[in-house]
């Protein structure tokens, strides 16, 4: 049983910040990587930015400069730090991680329910 729990959105005006957080309890062995991904009105999901458990990262070309993806491995979990929000971030913001639940097995993805995103004056 893994789960992963978001919070931290809400309703922003543009230029403002938010920060996501998400935990993954649950039978954990260990954590690969970590990401948010967001899907808004009509889209697919899409990536935002991921982290490896080494803390390598990779974000979209929307966000690049604006957000940055931490994570602390002792508490299990991934931020997001969003700066300089604009409308067209308004999303779901989904947390997902790999996890292996014990010595001998696979990873899998794990997401979490959704926190919801607005930037709006």
């Known amino acids: 049983q893994v789960q992963l729990v978001e919070s931290g959105g809400g309703l922003v005006q543009p230029g403002g910040s938010l920060r996501l957080s998400c935990a993954a309890s649950?039978?954990?062995?260990?954590?690969?990587?970590m990401g948010w991904y967001r899907q808004a009105p009509g889209n697919q999901r899409e990536l935002v930015a991921t982290i490896t458990n080494g803390g390598t990262t990779n974000y979209a070309d929307s966000v690049k400069g604006r957000f940055t993806i931490s994570r602390d491995n002792a508490k299990n979990t991934v931020y997001l730090q969003m700066n300089s929000l604009k409308p067209e971030d308004t999303a779901v913001y989904y947390c997902?991680?790999?996890?292996?639940?014990?010595?001998?097995?696979?990873?899998?993805?794990?997401w979490g329910q959704g926190t919801q995103v607005t930037v709006s004056s």
């Open positions: 649950g039978t954990i062995f260990r954590i690969n990587a």
């Open positions: 997902n991680a790999d996890v292996t639940r014990w010595k001998y097995d696979l990873f899998r993805d794990y």
